[in-house]
């Protein structure tokens, strides 16, 4: 899909910020390599860190992420509310780490400038411009935590940051300016000069993105982060906008597709079976006869017994009725592989019968033998969807439930093509689906 890139906001950015303020770098010659803080304001210290890192992409915390999240489906969703106490606590220590380091060397940085120049007050400014893991909250959260728990320099802290999301019609930017005291000297004239000269910069921001065709624009939308280790996918999807869309309507907003997958992958093996009157035509006819054995009980044991035993959950064998019109329609003498291009429309008319016929399912099922798919939708990619789909004999609450497929990756047209086929594998009435949205990028 084609979104709308925005700038990313820079320590240049900042500087104006501090200029506006009324204040000014720490020093502006390049030629010193000591520590020192960045800004000086009033009778305050500023050290400025802005978080572009995402710990999703180092192996080593995908590693460590995919560990708290033991499943056996396809594709994991990252959310913290999933895990117990001890798990919440692990998952934000690996997504706290670049914000701890950064807190860390503000500390030492401020003490050192504050010491130097006598200044009363010690400020760390940490922005938020790249760890999409994180919610605004989050973010604020860890930080506080992080500055209260690993640093003995900082007396206040400004947790600000920039979450841009797009749809490709619309774009939404959300930003965060929230001030906290850590211990300490408290400074709130000085942080509210810095809060006026934010939003008052902020403004001209905004107005940049819009008017400035020269502007290097490397910022993208929120969007689906994902890993995948042994086979799994785990995702941490985009937060919902909370409200539709007026301009792509009922149908929601637009999903990427990445699967690939622009038809339908074969989704069961056919095989012909006869009833006695065809059997003995095809007997006659065939010439490679061999494969229909030696009678027609010996033909559908072994058709039934392929049919037990396939091993492939992907494609089902389904059992298709050849009639004698059907085999009449074929030249004087034919082949085995004739039969089966005989098969294959027949089996094609009536999954696709079985597909005009699905419906969402229902509070109260009216067949009480049918093949139920539940898609689970997650992010903006189609290619993070997985599906389960069983048969279920006797009801929506019956406990005579069989699972077919289990958390496998696909997208809702394969999945239903896939319960179709089991529909006509089975001998099952009819297909019921439901789609599950919670997750959805919608």
């Given amino acids: 899909m084609e979104y709308i890139y925005i700038s990313k906001f820079s320590e240049e950015d900042f500087d104006e910020i501090i200029r506006m303020a009324g204040g000014n770098r720490y020093t502006n010659n390049p030629c010193i390599t000591e520590k020192n803080c960045d800004y000086i304001l009033d009778d305050a210290v500023i050290e400025l860190k802005i978080i572009e890192e995402e710990p999703i992409e180092k192996e080593s915390k995908q590693k460590k992420l995919s560990s708290l999240f033991c499943s056996d489906l396809k594709t994991v969703i990252l959310n913290p509310r999933d895990l117990d106490t001890n798990g919440k606590r692990k998952y934000y220590q690996e997504l706290a780490t670049p914000i701890k380091n950064a807190l860390k060397s503000a500390s030492k940085q401020l003490v050192l400038s504050a010491d130097k120049v006598g200044a009363f007050a010690k400020i760390a400014v940490i922005i938020n411009n790249g760890l999409t893991m994180t919610t605004s909250d989050e973010f604020t959260e860890i930080a506080v935590n992080r500055a209260k728990n690993d640093t003995t320099g900082i007396d206040s802290l400004i947790t600000a940051g920039f979450y841009y999301y797009s ?6 930017l959300i930003t965060e300016f929230k001030d906290h005291h850590i211990r300490g000297q408290k400074s709130p004239a000085i942080i509210e000069k810095l809060r006026k000269a934010w939003f008052n910069n902020l403004n001209q921001y905004m107005t940049k993105q819009i008017q400035d065709i020269q502007i290097e624009r490397q910022k993208g939308p929120i969007v689906d982060l994902f890993f995948e280790l042994d086979g ?10 909370g409200k539709p869309s007026s301009f792509f309507g009922k149908h929601g907003r637009p999903r990427e597709d990445s699967t690939g997958m622009v038809t339908c992958p074969p989704v069961a093996i056919v095989l012909p079976i006869f009833n006695n009157e065809s059997y003995t035509y095809a007997k006659k006819h065939m010439i490679d006869r061999d494969i229909l054995l030696n009678n027609l009980d010996e033909y559908l044991k072994w058709a039934r017994n392929e049919w037990a035993i396939s091993g492939d959950k992907f494609k089902p064998v389904v059992l298709i009725m050849i009639t004698l019109t059907d085999l009449k329609a074929l030249a004087a003498e034919f082949w085995f592989s004739d039969i089966m ?5 027949k089996f094609q008319e009536l999954i696709h019968g079985i597909l005009e016929n699905s419906k969402e399912l229902p509070k109260e099922p009216l067949s009480l033998n049918y093949i139920f798919l539940q898609v689970n939708e997650i992010g903006i990619d189609k290619a993070n969807d997985i599906a389960f789909i069983s048969h279920i004999k006797g009801g929506l609450h019956t406990e005579n439930q069989k ?3 289990k958390g496998e990756r696909m997208k809702f047209e394969y999945a239903i093509a ?10 099952a009435n009819t297909v019921y689906y439901y789609k599950n949205e919670d997750f959805k990028w919608k």
């Fill in 403 to 405: 699972y077919l497929i």
């Fill in 167 to 172: 749809d490709t019609f619309d774009s939404m």
């Fill in 418 to 427: 896939l319960a179709a086929s089991y529909c006509l594998s089975l001998d």
């Fill in 341 to 345: 291009s005989t098969a294959l429309p």
């Fill in 232 to 241: 799994i996918r785990y995702v941490k999807p985009p937060i919902p906008w």
